[in-house]
């Protein structure tokens, strides 16, 4: 038969020909990305941190639980030195360590968040765009709800329902994944209310496609450069509420170290630290590090929008 | 547009009825009780109590009832009209929230006035110099502002100017000891808002810069604003009257917001200069598990929230005759 013998070739020169399109598209995105300077560091820098936070306890010189009394004597942090270039806290502890360590905490955080909150934010926006009627009431009733509260309070009010001592990277992560989900679902819900009367669509729908394979293969490819811009501008959202919760004592409790929880401090107050000692170091190093973090992401957030929005004119 | 508002307003009953199922159902979920919170500050205090005593607290508390039962009588309570008790200090919640309303209303009005006026000339300017030096620069700044967590921030401000240079006060809203004279009193409260005024106003300036910049990008283009060039009117009329006029109104959309941030920045910003007011009461009383309180607090700044989105729909309606609500 010869139909049988075409279709597989057909398939094929098919296949290749939407692969280097796509390979294209990708070569256009980098060549756009690539010229975005603050991006392009951040990218590297971002990547740094990432393998710092998997190896810390190959990279931290020292131990971050460690307490060193002979170093901090009488309760006094010690200055930055060449063994402690960020100094150390009043325990003793060596800050460039707990800094390395809390990195962990703050990239998990950003990560997982923004993860729950786009997964559930995609489905639920694609439900609500899709069927409609009551799903749709349902879905947008509950995040108008979500929406009503202050996100912090809501943060802060759902971390003290777990015990101190079990708060975790993962329940700060999935409670931010709760009251995070929804301008995600609204902007899924609006791409799809338009998207779903297009040409395509229809298409798919006339030659019999099933609902879940209309929004996975139609409706969801279209979408997907919104979501991966409302993700990257998550993640640092994430990282600096997390520090907020953990600054204020409702996210990850000591001795973990958090970029957050250092500037607090670890049962006494970095502020009177700085005030009774002059230990600037203690409340500078661990804020520098959730700022030039949360930058580099929002620099690689912005660049990312301009190379995927093919309305920006970059020439 | 009458039928409009009643209906949105109408519609905000079953939201915080949503909300406060929500709140309290989280509240419930917490370990401990705010009998627990009271029999371990008075162990610390060295006053011991007895297992009866927290029996008789627990039922005068009503937290031996099912949990919904609690909450249905809550609801009762607060839709005639009453607040409750703090059980942290007795007081009624109204009493406790008007003591402390004040103070933060005043700091947020401080800063988001101050914020307006200088994220919008600023957003302005930035746009009208596209691609400027200043551009940039100011570009550069609203980037690394709303990437500085704000406690940090506030807490750098301290250490320069509370402790390094001694100009400002570090804590509270009054000195301890100031001479008994309205311009010494005066001078001692103005110096205590400078630091927590600046700390919410520059990590809400950059957002509302960036917005600004955007939304006056967007209307030079417009063909009204090459009109008005081409008969010849002055450029400071181009952009002061025909431009600007334009730009503030997706400026309008951000109102509902603008709670969303006074909220969250009155929470840490309180926290760290010890502000009495509904931000470190918020704080204390989750950690006390003063129910009735922070119940009160979430469906106030809750009220507050869709309040400012409901005023930006309708102030957008009425400059933007485009706009229209049926």
Do not use: C
Not at chain 1, 214 to 225: D, Q, S
Not at chain 1, 247 to 264: D, Y
Not at chain 2, 197 to 217: D, E, F, K, P
């Amino acid at each position: 038969m010869n139909a049988s013998a075409d279709t597989p070739l057909l398939g094929a020169s098919q296949s290749a020909l939407v692969e280097e399109r796509a390979r294209g598209q990708l070569q256009i995105f980098w060549r756009r990305f690539r010229r975005h300077k603050l991006a392009m560091a951040s990218a590297v820098y971002l990547v740094i941190l990432i393998l710092v936070a998997i190896f810390a306890p190959v990279i931290a010189p020292h131990d971050p639980y460690k307490n060193d009394l002979q170093l901090a004597r009488f309760g006094r942090p010690a200055a930055p030195s060449l063994e402690h270039p960020f100094g150390s806290d009043q325990l003793g502890r060596d800050q460039l360590s707990r800094i390395i360590y809390g990195a962990r905490v703050s990239l998990m955080v950003g990560f997982v968040a923004t993860g729950l909150a786009i997964v559930a934010g995609t489905l639920l926006g694609a439900l609500a765009g899709y069927a409609g009627k009551w799903t749709d009431m349902v879905i947008m009733r509950m995040a108008d709800v979500l929406l009503a509260f202050p996100p912090l309070l809501f943060s802060m009010a759902a971390l003290a329902a777990f015990d101190t001592s079990k708060r975790g990277v993962i329940h700060i992560a999935a409670v931010l994944g709760v009251i995070g989900w929804m301008n995600v679902a609204r902007l899924v819900r609006g791409e799809f209310l338009i998207l779903r009367t297009r040409e395509y669509t229809e298409a798919a729908r006339a030659v019999g496609a099933s609902g879940g394979s209309i929004i996975m293969r139609e409706l969801l490819p279209n979408a997907v450069g919104p979501i991966i811009v409302a993700a990257t501008l998550g993640i640092p959202a994430a990282i600096l509420t997390e520090s907020a919760l953990s600054f204020l004592g409702f996210g990850i409790q000591p001795p973990e170290p958090s970029w957050g929880n250092m500037i607090s401090g670890s049962g006494s107050n970095t502020f009177a630290m700085m005030r009774d000692f002059n230990a600037w170091w203690m409340g500078l190093f661990p804020g520098l590090a959730i700022a030039t973090t949360v930058l580099a992401f929002n620099f690689f957030g912005d660049g990312l929008r301009d190379a995927l929005d093919p309305r920006t004119v970059l020439d | 547009m009458t039928a409009y508002i009643i209906r949105r307003l109408l519609w905000m009953v079953p939201l915080l009825f949503g909300v406060s199922v929500i709140s309290f159902a989280l509240l419930k979920a917490a370990p401990g009780d705010p009998v627990s919170a009271i029999l371990a500050s008075a162990a610390r205090e060295g006053g011991g109590m007895t297992a009866e005593d927290r029996q008789r607290l627990r039922e005068q508390y009503g937290l031996n009832d099912p949990a919904y039962i609690q909450y249905f009588r809550w609801l009762g309570e607060v839709s005639s009209g009453n607040l409750g008790e703090s059980t942290r200090s007795n007081a009624p919640v109204f009493d406790v929230i008007k003591q402390r309303l004040p103070n933060t209303v005043k700091l947020s009005l401080i800063s988001l006035v101050l914020t307006l006026a200088i994220a919008l000339p600023l957003g302005i300017l930035s746009a009208v110099k596209q691609y400027s030096r200043l551009d940039y620069g100011l570009t550069l700044i609203s980037f690394a502002g709303i990437s500085v967590p704000q406690f940090w921030l506030a807490l750098m401000l301290l250490y320069v100017f509370a402790l390094q240079l001694g100009w400002l006060p570090s804590f509270g809203m009054r000195s301890a000891y100031v001479e008994d004279d309205f311009m010494s009193r005066t001078i001692d409260s103005i110096k205590h808002y400078i630091l927590p005024v600046t700390s919410i106003t520059i990590v809400g300036l950059t957002g509302y810069m960036r917005y600004q910049r955007a939304a006056m990008l967007d209307v030079i283009k417009q063909d009204y604003v090459r009109t008005a060039r081409a008969k010849g009117l002055s450029e400071r009329t181009v952009i002061f009257k025909h431009a600007w006029r334009n730009a503030l109104i997706p400026i309008i959309t951000l109102l509902g917001y603008v709670f969303v941030i006074l909220v969250e920045g009155s929470i840490i910003v309180e926290s760290i200069f010890s502000w009495p007011g509904m931000g470190l009461l918020a704080v204390d009383s989750l950690q006390q598990r003063d129910y009735p309180v922070v119940m009160a607090i979430v469906l106030l700044s809750s009220v507050l929230i869709l309040m400012g989105t409901l005023l930006s729909d309708i102030l957008y309606a009425l400059v933007d005759p485009r706009v229209r609500y049926d």
